[in-house]
């Protein structure tokens, strides 16, 4: 992507309406604006860096065993009604009629759901254990959205439900699921930590959060850290499937309710919580594997043809991952972008280096900055970690 055509608005103040740095360095970055209180769109760096979250999250729940669908987020009153939960949810319920006057909510969790369809699909033990989930933008009105996607009434989550026929095949999921979300804060970089949770409204009997640690954190942990509450895993047992006759046949051809398990993890409040842990004074700190784009090539004077032909070679090479700066901006602007941006590592190409046959490599998190031969630039760049 060449950063002349990309919409990417910089601001170079902190805006009014932003109290954390997650949210200023979002509007600043051009990732983010607002539409309404706390309804967002989602420039293209935004995306990228939500995409980013997506993929990881998507490949390591297929590497765990489990299998995705996607359900609606349009749900009537009747499922709901028949856990109890559409008279106890209350106000972060959005609750919305159709011109029949049938009315329906926009879902902020999906377990009424996802068990009235294990009750639909699956019907004997023989199919059993199964593990299903989505990614899917959910509703909550909350009373007072803030901090930018970190709370707001619409955002991106991960979604899953497990069921079982017994609670040794629930432990080993919850295990299982454990381990998986583990090596997805692992492959994101992310330094986080697990503790015991309250299962509030979800119900059950255990269950867990994942939190990465951050000074700007909204809980105080047991470790006497702040944290950002991204994930959570809960065992479910049968408080949905026996109010919803969500059954199967056993091995003596007898009704048994299904044993439950959920866990989800907020996509777009990781892309949040990453920048809460990872900034300072010029911008965003990302964990290479979700930022945006991993390089920046950017020449010194982008009417320099020489600089420019070199930068677009490398830019070339380096792929989807490179972002190439040729504005006819003075060069102290553009790194000023590159860094609010926080694109992890720089290539400039400047009259100096080319003397030499050689370009500038700068991490954006170390500020290491080392020269390298211009035909070795692309093999440096793709081993950075």
Not at 21 to 45: D, E, Q, W
Not at 344 to 354: A, E, F, M, N, R
């Amino acid at each position: 992507m060449r950063m002349s055509r990309l919409v990417a608005p910089t601001l170079r103040e902190d805006p009014a309406e932003a109290e954390v740095a997650s949210h200023k360095l979002m509007l600043r970055a051009g990732m983010i604006r607002k539409v309404a209180a706390g309804v967002y769109n989602l420039l293209p760096l935004g995306f990228r860096a939500i995409t980013k979250v997506t993929q990881i999250v998507r490949e390591e729940m297929l590497n765990s065993g489990a299998q995705e669908v996607l359900m609606p987020t349009l749900l009537p009153k009747e499922i709901w009604e028949e856990s109890g939960r559409w008279g106890e949810y209350g106000k972060e319920l959005f609750r919305i009629s159709d011109r029949h006057e049938h009315e329906f909510c926009l879902g902020p969790t999906h377990e009424e759901i996802i068990t009235s369809l294990a009750r639909d699909a699956v019907k004997s033990y023989q199919k059993l254990p199964v593990t299903l989930f989505q990614i899917q933008t959910k509703f909550r009105d909350e009373i007072r959205p803030r901090f930018g996607v970190m709370r707001s009434r619409e955002f991106i989550m991960k979604d899953a439900y497990s069921f079982h026929t017994s609670e040794a095949s629930l432990d080993e999921e919850y295990k299982n699921m454990r381990a998986a979300y583990s090596r997805i804060f692992d492959r994101m970089g992310l330094n986080y930590c697990i503790q015991d949770a309250d299962s509030g409204l979800m119900g059950g009997k255990f269950s867990e959060e994942f939190h990465v640690i951050a000074d700007s954190g909204e809980e105080e942990l047991a470790n006497g850290k702040r944290g950002i509450e991204v994930g959570h895993i809960f065992k479910l047992g049968t408080k949905y499937s026996a109010k919803m006759n969500c059954v199967y046949i056993d091995e003596e051809n007898k009704e048994q309710p299904m044993i439950m398990g959920c866990y989800g993890i907020g996509i777009s409040r990781i892309v949040a919580a990453a920048i809460e842990q990872g900034h300072d004074k010029d911008g965003i700190i990302w964990p290479t594997a979700l930022a945006p784009f991993k390089v920046a090539v950017v020449p010194v004077d982008s009417k320099d043809k020489e600089q420019l032909e070199t930068a677009e070679k490398i830019y070339r090479e380096l792929g989807s991952e490179a972002l190439l700066d040729d504005r006819d901006l003075r060069i102290g602007v553009k790194l000023k972008d590159i860094d609010l941006i926080g694109i992890p590592v720089k290539v400039i190409v400047g009259p100096k280096g080319l003397k030499e046959g050689k370009v500038e490599v700068k991490l954006r998190k170390s500020g290491e900055l080392s020269m390298v031969p211009i035909n070795e630039a692309v093999n440096h760049v793709r081993n950075i970690r």
